[in-house]
């Protein structure tokens, strides 16, 4: 697992760990916004152009990932 830094933080140096490692699909979890959802369509096709297929992990709009965690019950 890795973050970026932010909707425009996929770095170069992300691109390079994830081909090192040999990772063919990934999951993008952006925030659930205008701008969550254009930079995950753009990180899925500039990796799509090194052979990395990706998913979107959606959250209830206007969600990041800590906010809809902080609306589950904790799994026991």
Do not use: K, W
């Amino acid at each position: 697992m890795t973050a970026s830094y932010g909707i425009e933080g996929f770095t170069a140096e992300h691109l390079a760990m994830l081909q090192r490692l040999g990772i063919e699909r990934l999951l993008i979890a952006y925030d659930a916004d205008a701008a969550g959802d254009r930079a995950a369509e753009a990180l899925a096709h500039e990796l799509a152009l090194h052979g990395i297929a990706c998913a979107r992990l959606v959250f209830p709009r206007g969600l990041d990932a800590n906010a809809y965690a902080l609306t589950v019950a904790s799994p026991t």
